[in-house]
C-alpha cells in the first residue's frame, strides 16, 4: 500500500478530479395567461355647482364610491384582448333633493395579427350617465332636480400597424348612438357614423406623444334645425364635427416617487348643415400634473378651459347679438389606499 500511495504522488498526470455538479438553473417566472383585477374605492368631497347650471348655485359635500375592473390576456402572439369597466356612484350629503350622480363606462376590444405589423380587430364602449340637470324655464330650483341620463354605445372595427414598440398608427370607423332622457326642450336623440385616424410616438418611458382626428356625421332624430336668431325650421338638424386633438405626457420616474405632467389641446369644429344655429369652433386646453409615492400614496391636480367660438349663432330671439360662451373646471385630488394589496 505504501508504494502504491508513492507511485500516485510521483504520477505526472494524475486522473482528474470530476467536476461539481452545475447548480439548478432558477425555474422561468411562469406568466398566467390572463391578468384580472378588481378594485372599490371611496371617497368623500366638495362639489360647487351640482347641477352643472349658468342658474343654480348650489353645493355640497359628498360621498363617492368607485368599482374598477380589468381583464386581458397576457400572451399576445397572434391574438389580444382587453375588457374595462368603472361605475361610479356620488351622493350629495347636503343636498338631499339632488338625486344621486351614476357613472357607467365599459370598453372591450379584441385584436388579431394577419401580417407581422398588422392587426385587425373591432372594439366596442357603452357609456351611461345619470347626473342632476336643472333649467329654470322648467323646474324650480330650490325643489328638486331633474334627472339627466345620457346613453352612448359604438361598434367601431379597426386596423392597426405597429412597425416597433414605439409608434403605433390606428385607423377605425364605425357606429355611435346617443340616447338622453329628462330633458324636455327638444330630443336629443341621434345615430353617429365616425372615421378617426390616431397616431402614438412613445421613444421611451419618459415621453409619450399622441395625435389624433376624427370626423362624425350624426343625424338627429327630432331635433330640429335653427336660424341663428334661433327661430325652429321644419327640416331636422344634421351636423359633421372634425376634431383634432394633440397630447404630450412626461414621466420622470425616482426611486419612491413618480412625478407625470400631461398637456392636451383640443379643436372642435361643428358644422350644420342647414340653418347655421349649431355652426361653433371649440377649443379646449387641458393640463394635469400627479405626484405617487411608494406606489400608493397619490396627488393629482388637474384644470380645464375651454371657449366657444360661433359663427352666427345669436344670444336670444329679442338679442341679436353673437352669443359667447367660456367654460373651465378644476380638480384636486388626494388617494391613500387604507388597506394593504392582496392577490389571489
Given at each position: 500500500?505504501?508504494?502504491?500511495?508513492?507511485?500516485?504522488?510521483?504520477?505526472?498526470?494524475?486522473?482528474?478530479?470530476?467536476?461539481?455538479?452545475?447548480?439548478?438553473?432558477?425555474?422561468?417566472?411562469?406568466?398566467?395567461?390572463?391578468?384580472?383585477?378588481?378594485?372599490?374605492?371611496?371617497?368623500?368631497?366638495?362639489?360647487?355647482?351640482?347641477?352643472?347650471?349658468?342658474?343654480?348655485?348650489?353645493?355640497?359635500?359628498?360621498?363617492?364610491?368607485?368599482?374598477?375592473?380589468?381583464?386581458?390576456?397576457?400572451?399576445?402572439?397572434?391574438?389580444?384582448?382587453?375588457?374595462?369597466?368603472?361605475?361610479?356612484?356620488?351622493?350629495?350629503?347636503?343636498?338631499?333633493?339632488?338625486?344621486?350622480?351614476?357613472?357607467?363606462?365599459?370598453?372591450?376590444?379584441?385584436?388579431?395579427?394577419?401580417?407581422?405589423?398588422?392587426?385587425?380587430?373591432?372594439?366596442?364602449?357603452?357609456?351611461?350617465?345619470?347626473?342632476?340637470?336643472?333649467?329654470?324655464?322648467?323646474?324650480?330650483?330650490?325643489?328638486?332636480?331633474?334627472?339627466?341620463?345620457?346613453?352612448?354605445?359604438?361598434?367601431?372595427?379597426?386596423?392597426?400597424?405597429?412597425?416597433?414598440?414605439?409608434?403605433?398608427?390606428?385607423?377605425?370607423?364605425?357606429?355611435?348612438?346617443?340616447?338622453?332622457?329628462?330633458?324636455?326642450?327638444?330630443?336629443?336623440?341621434?345615430?353617429?357614423?365616425?372615421?378617426?385616424?390616431g397616431y402614438t410616438f412613445e421613444p421611451n418611458n419618459a415621453h409619450r406623444f399622441r395625435f389624433s382626428y376624427q370626423y362624425t356625421n350624426a343625424t338627429y332624430d327630432e331635433r330640429?334645425?335653427?336660424?341663428?336668431?334661433?327661430?325652429?325650421?321644419?327640416?331636422?338638424?344634421?351636423?359633421?364635427?372634425?376634431?383634432?386633438?394633440?397630447?404630450?405626457?412626461?414621466?420622470?420616474?425616482?426611486?419612491?416617487?413618480?412625478?407625470?405632467?400631461?398637456?392636451?389641446?383640443?379643436?372642435?369644429?361643428?358644422?350644420?348643415?342647414?340653418?347655421?344655429?349649431?355652426?361653433?369652433?371649440?377649443?379646449?386646453?387641458?393640463?394635469?400634473?400627479?405626484?405617487?409615492?411608494?406606489?400608493?400614496?397619490?396627488?393629482?391636480?388637474?384644470?380645464?378651459?375651454?371657449?366657444?367660438?360661433?359663427?352666427?349663432?345669436?344670444?336670444?330671439?329679442?338679442?341679436?347679438?353673437?352669443?359667447?360662451?367660456?367654460?373651465?373646471?378644476?380638480?384636486?385630488?388626494?388617494?391613500?389606499?387604507?388597506?394593504?394589496?392582496?392577490?389571489?
Amino acid at each position: 500500500p505504501d508504494d502504491l500511495v508513492s507511485a500516485k504522488r510521483s504520477d505526472p498526470n494524475p486522473p482528474a478530479l470530476p467536476p461539481d455538479p452545475a447548480p439548478p438553473s432558477p425555474k422561468p417566472m411562469e406568466i398566467p395567461d390572463w391578468f384580472f383585477r378588481l378594485q372599490v374605492t371611496g371617497a368623500i368631497g366638495y362639489q360647487e355647482n351640482l347641477l352643472r347650471s349658468a342658474f343654480s348655485n348650489l353645493d355640497s359635500a359628498l360621498v363617492r364610491g368607485e368599482l374598477d375592473f380589468q381583464l386581458l390576456n397576457t400572451h399576445r402572439e397572434d391574438d389580444r384582448m382587453m375588457m374595462l369597466g368603472r361605475y361610479t356612484r356620488t351622493h350629495f350629503l347636503d343636498e338631499p333633493s339632488v338625486r344621486d350622480e351614476d357613472l357607467v363606462f365599459m370598453l372591450g376590444q379584441y385584436d388579431h395579427r394577419v401580417r407581422d405589423d398588422w392587426w385587425f380587430g373591432i372594439a366596442s364602449s357603452y357609456f351611461s350617465a345619470h347626473q342632476p340637470f336643472d333649467d329654470p324655464e322648467f323646474i324650480d330650483l330650490d325643489g328638486a332636480s331633474a334627472p339627466l341620463r345620457f346613453r352612448q354605445f359604438s361598434l367601431a372595427p379597426q386596423i392597426t400597424w405597429e412597425p416597433s414598440d414605439h409608434h403605433a398608427l390606428v385607423l377605425s370607423g364605425g357606429y355611435r348612438h346617443e340616447e338622453t332622457e329628462g330633458l324636455d326642450i327638444e330630443n336629443q336623440d341621434n345615430d353617429q357614423w365616425f372615421l378617426s385616424l390616431g397616431y402614438t410616438f412613445e421613444p421611451n418611458n419618459a415621453h409619450r406623444f399622441r395625435f389624433s382626428y376624427q370626423y362624425t356625421n350624426a343625424t338627429y332624430d327630432e331635433r330640429s334645425a335653427r336660424e341663428p336668431s334661433g327661430e325652429f325650421l321644419a327640416e331636422e338638424l344634421e351636423l359633421s364635427t372634425h376634431e383634432w386633438e394633440a397630447t404630450y405626457r412626461r414621466t420622470w420616474q425616482m426611486e419612491r416617487f413618480r412625478w407625470r405632467a400631461e398637456a392636451r389641446l383640443r379643436l372642435v369644429m361643428d358644422e350644420d348643415d342647414l340653418g347655421g344655429y349649431d355652426e361653433s369652433l371649440r377649443v379646449e386646453a387641458r393640463g394635469r400634473f400627479s405626484l405617487r409615492h411608494d406606489n400608493r400614496t397619490e396627488m393629482r391636480a388637474e384644470l380645464r378651459y375651454g371657449q366657444y367660438f360661433y359663427d352666427s349663432r345669436q344670444v336670444s330671439l329679442t338679442d341679436s347679438g353673437r352669443r359667447e360662451r367660456s367654460y373651465w373646471t378644476g380638480a384636486l385630488t388626494l388617494e391613500h389606499p387604507l388597506n394593504r394589496r392582496t392577490s389571489l
